[in-house]
Every structure is written in structure tokens, then in C-alpha cells.
């Protein structure tokens, strides 16, 4: 109409001048432009002004050769990335809305394109804090209202262009991409899940990018998933902290327990040539994913608990806690012969263990209890201690 395009004309007028002091090395005039902006955008047409942000941020000005986008200073690329968002939410929830065919639609749409594309460029910025920005602008780390479904297609498929682009080696990929990914695609999106799979297990790979793909295969990877659990089981031995604790919560959100995951895990806990760390992570892994009853899961638990390592004795209680069956008599009596343990932080999760037990109604451990109680053990203070907590009245 030609209120619209009174709106539009006098947007695109206003808005560049504006989104250039986007540049300004003040960081209050910077911080005044973008609240300009904001107020422009409630005091008219929030369409119009947000395809005009879209121009401003990504074509350089009349005097300017080089758009903000591209400015050498990354303050100013962060400043107008940071704009960038704010238009995005206001177009893609606009393109959501409206009807196809319509006249606004195809401009909107359009406009979103090409915005969309400028802040997934911006993911393989020079500078962390640019991309950190991008990322935040196209959905990752939680920061906006989710994009609407067909917006979040578009990002994901520009995400996967800049993974996937030819001479890209995986070392110069960037971890907010992943970001991106994990927080637009679907759940069991296999396109997704198979280039996470991928950078995983590129050892050459940034440690950041690495410990970004195990999140997102367990972000989307449906539970067993066989491919994925493979994928994850192959880098449980990583040398990198990071990467091996996402490894292992990928791996309790994918796997179900069968019987190849839980010797693997299971070989892990009881492998003497790995860190203590690995094996630590691996018995926690254990008694999170293994079934009840499991055998190689028991085995694996009991065989640490006579180990001369407290971290390991310790962990090795929950996986009896949690693996045991109600009828397993002898493993309620290790874990109560644990209350005896010359490492006090031992002896606190085995009375912890037992209080658990006894509250599910496991009257065994209540048996091994009064055991050590009216025998000669040492253990007889830390039992009654234990039966106190863990016994209710009558």
C-alpha cells in the first residue's frame, strides 16, 4: 500500500544511518543505535524495519565501501550481528504468518533469505566472539524464542553448507556451527547426526568442535541408535576431558543397554591401563545405562570393589545399587561390608547405598547390616549408624 511504502522509504532511509553508529567505537553510542533501532521497529512497521536492518547491516552505505558485516573491528561485526537477530525473530515469526502469495510474502521472504545467510556466513568469522554472536542470532545457546519450524530447515541447511563446503578442512570448522545444528534440527535428523558423527571422529579436529559433534549426536540421535552408539562407544578412551565427558552423556541419552554397549563400558571400567578418570566415567556410565541384573555390569562392580583405588571403590557401589536385583543377597552384603572401608569417602556412599536400598523396601541389606552388628567386625559403630538412617520405625 502506500502507507507501506512511505514506511519502507522512510525505513531505509533512517535505519543505515542508524545501523552505521553501529561502528562507532563509543560502546554507549554503539548500545544507543541499537536501541534506536528497537524503538523504531515498535514505533512503526515492524516488517518494514526489519528488512531495512537487514540492508543496512549487510550492504555498505553511500561513503562506506565495506558493510558492517564486514568491518576489519569485531565489536562492530558483533554489534551488527547482533541487530541482525533481532530482525530475524521479527521475519521469520512474519513469514510464518503469512499467507502464501501475498503480497508482503515473497519480499519478507526474501529479506529473511538473505539475512539468514549473512549470519550463517558470520559463523566462520576470525574472531570467537563474532561467531559466538552468529550462533546466538540463529537460534544456538538458547538465547531467543525458537524459530519457527520452516526457519529452522533454512538454518540448518545453510549450517550444513558452511560444514560441508568444498576445501574446508575439518580442522578449520567452526564449533558454533554445531551449536547452530544442535539447537535448530530435529531430533533423528540423519544428515545432521552423520556429519556430528563425522567431526567426532576427526582426531586433527579443534577439541571445541569435537566436544560440540558428541553433543549433538546426543542432542538428536535417536535412542538406539546403533550407528551413533558406535560412533561415540569408538572415542570413550579420549585424551581430551571435554570431549570424553559429552562422549559419555551422549552415550547415556543413546544407548539402551544392550549387551555389546555394556561390555564395551564395562571393558573401559575395568581396563588398569586407562586414567582412573576414563574408568570413573565408565562405571558412572554403568550404572545409568546398564539393565538390572546385568551380569557383565555386576562382574565388572565387584571386581572393582576389591580395588586398591578409593575412586573406583566408590563408583563400584552405585553400580551394585543400581544393577543388583532385589533377591542378589551377596551384593548387599559387599556394599554393607564397604562401611568398613579405610577411605572415609567410601564409607559414606556405602551408608548412603544402604539407606537407598533399605528404602525401596530391601529388607537383605537390613540382614547384612546386623551381621557386622553382632559379629566381632570393626564395622558394628558405622552399622548401627547406618540401620539408624536407614530403618524406619516398626
Given at each position: 500500500?502506500?502507507?507501506?511504502?512511505?514506511?519502507?522509504?522512510?525505513?531505509?532511509?533512517?535505519?543505515?544511518?542508524?545501523?552505521?553508529?553501529?561502528?562507532?567505537?563509543?560502546?554507549?553510542?554503539?548500545?544507543?543505535?541499537?536501541a534506536?533501532?528497537?524503538?523504531?521497529?515498535?514505533?512503526?512497521?515492524?516488517?518494514?524495519?526489519?528488512?531495512?536492518?537487514?540492508?543496512?547491516?549487510?550492504?555498505?552505505?553511500?561513503?562506506?565501501?565495506?558493510?558492517?558485516?564486514?568491518?576489519p573491528?569485531?565489536?562492530?561485526?558483533?554489534?551488527?550481528?547482533?541487530?541482525?537477530?533481532?530482525?530475524?525473530?521479527?521475519?521469520?515469526?512474519?513469514?510464518?504468518?503469512?499467507q502464501?502469495?501475498?503480497?508482503?510474502?515473497?519480499?519478507?521472504?526474501?529479506?529473511l533469505?538473505?539475512?539468514?545467510?549473512?549470519?550463517?556466513?558470520?559463523?566462520?568469522?576470525?574472531?570467537?566472539?563474532?561467531?559466538?554472536?552468529?550462533?546466538?542470532?540463529?537460534?544456538?545457546?538458547?538465547?531467543?524464542?525458537?524459530?519457527?519450524?520452516?526457519?529452522?530447515?533454512?538454518?540448518?541447511?545453510?549450517?550444513?553448507?558452511?560444514?560441508?563446503?568444498?576445501?574446508?578442512?575439518?580442522?578449520?570448522?567452526?564449533?558454533?556451527?554445531?551449536?547452530?545444528?544442535?539447537?535448530?534440527?530435529?531430533?533423528?535428523?540423519?544428515?545432521?547426526?552423520?556429519?556430528?558423527?563425522?567431526?567426532?571422529?576427526?582426531?586433527?579436529?579443534?577439541?571445541?568442535?569435537?566436544?560440540?559433534?558428541?553433543?549433538?549426536?546426543?542432542?538428536?540421535?535417536?535412542?538406539?541408535?546403533?550407528?551413533?552408539?558406535?560412533?561415540?562407544?569408538?572415542?570413550?578412551?579420549?585424551?581430551?576431558?571435554?570431549?570424553?565427558?559429552?562422549?559419555?552423556?551422549?552415550?547415556?541419552?543413546?544407548?539402551?543397554?544392550?549387551?555389546?554397549?555394556?561390555e564395551?563400558?564395562?571393558?573401559?571400567?575395568?581396563?588398569?591401563?586407562?586414567?582412573?578418570?576414563?574408568?570413573c566415567?565408565?562405571?558412572?556410565?554403568?550404572?545409568?545405562?546398564?539393565?538390572?541384573?546385568?551380569?557383565?555390569?555386576?562382574k565388572?562392580?565387584?571386581?572393582?570393589?576389591?580395588?586398591?583405588?578409593?575412586?573406583?571403590?566408590?563408583?563400584?557401589?552405585?553400580?551394585?545399587?543400581?544393577?543388583?536385583?532385589?533377591?542378589?543377597?551377596?551384593?548387599?552384603?559387599?556394599?554393607?561390608a564397604?562401611?568398613?572401608?579405610?577411605?572415609?569417602e567410601?564409607?559414606?556412599r556405602a551408608?548412603?547405598?544402604?539407606?537407598?536400598?533399605?528404602e525401596?523396601?530391601?529388607?537383605?541389606?537390613?540382614?547384612?547390616?546386623?551381621?557386622?552388628?553382632?559379629?566381632?567386625?570393626?564395622?558394628?559403630?558405622?552399622?548401627?549408624?547406618?540401620?539408624?538412617?536407614?530403618?524406619?520405625?516398626?
Amino acid at each position: 500500500t502506500a502507507e507501506e511504502g512511505q514506511s519502507l522509504g522512510l525505513a531505509i532511509q533512517l535505519v543505515p544511518a542508524i545501523c552505521d553508529h553501529l561502528g562507532n567505537r563509543s560502546a554507549d553510542v554503539a548500545q544507543s543505535a541499537r536501541a534506536a533501532l528497537r524503538c523504531l521497529a515498535e514505533k512503526g512497521n515492524r516488517q518494514v524495519t526489519a528488512r531495512a536492518i537487514v540492508r543496512g547491516v549487510s550492504q555498505a552505505v553511500p561513503g562506506r565501501r565495506v558493510p558492517l558485516l564486514r568491518r576489519p573491528i569485531p565489536e562492530v561485526r558483533r554489534a551488527a550481528v547482533d541487530v541482525l537477530g533481532d530482525a530475524l525473530q521479527t521475519l521469520s515469526f512474519a513469514s510464518a504468518g503469512m499467507q502464501v502469495g501475498a503480497s508482503d510474502c515473497v519480499s519478507v521472504q526474501e529479506s529473511l533469505e538473505v539475512g539468514l545467510r549473512e549470519a550463517t556466513r558470520v559463523l566462520s568469522d576470525r574472531s570467537s566472539f563474532v561467531r559466538q554472536a552468529a550462533a546466538s542470532a540463529l537460534g544456538g545457546f538458547a538465547r531467543n524464542v525458537p524459530f519457527p519450524p520452516d526457519t529452522r530447515k533454512q538454518i540448518v541447511r545453510m549450517a550444513l553448507d558452511v560444514l560441508q563446503a568444498p576445501k574446508t578442512p575439518c580442522s578449520s570448522w567452526p564449533e558454533e556451527a554445531f551449536e547452530v545444528l544442535r539447537s535448530n534440527a530435529t531430533p533423528g535428523d540423519q544428515s545432521v547426526i552423520e556429519v556430528a558423527e563425522f567431526a567426532l571422529r576427526q582426531l586433527e579436529a579443534p577439541c571445541g568442535v569435537r566436544r560440540l559433534a558428541a553433543r549433538t549426536i546426543g542432542s538428536l540421535a535417536t535412542p538406539g541408535d546403533v550407528e551413533a552408539s558406535k560412533c561415540l562407544l569408538a572415542v570413550i578412551y579420549d585424551a581430551d576431558a571435554d570431549v570424553r565427558e559429552e562422549v559419555f552423556r551422549a552415550l547415556e541419552s543413546v544407548c539402551l543397554g544392550s549387551a555389546a554397549e555394556v561390555e564395551v563400558i564395562a571393558e573401559a571400567a575395568a581396563d588398569t591401563a586407562a586414567s582412573v578418570q576414563v574408568r570413573c566415567r565408565a562405571l558412572q556410565c554403568l550404572s545409568r545405562m546398564a539393565p538390572s541384573g546385568s551380569s557383565v555390569a555386576m562382574k565388572c562392580a565387584i571386581d572393582t570393589l576389591s580395588s586398591n583405588i578409593a575412586l573406583l571403590r566408590a563408583e563400584a557401589l552405585g553400580v551394585v545399587v543400581r544393577i543388583a536385583e532385589p533377591g542378589d543377597i551377596a551384593a548387599k552384603a559387599l556394599v554393607a561390608a564397604r562401611l568398613g572401608d579405610n577411605d572415609q569417602e567410601v564409607c559414606r556412599r556405602a551408608m548412603d547405598a544402604c539407606e537407598t536400598i533399605a528404602e525401596h523396601g530391601d529388607l537383605d541389606v537390613v540382614d547384612a547390616l546386623v551381621e557386622h552388628i553382632v559379629g566381632e567386625s570393626c564395622l558394628r559403630q558405622v552399622a548401627v549408624r547406618t540401620l539408624q538412617r536407614g530403618c524406619r520405625r516398626g
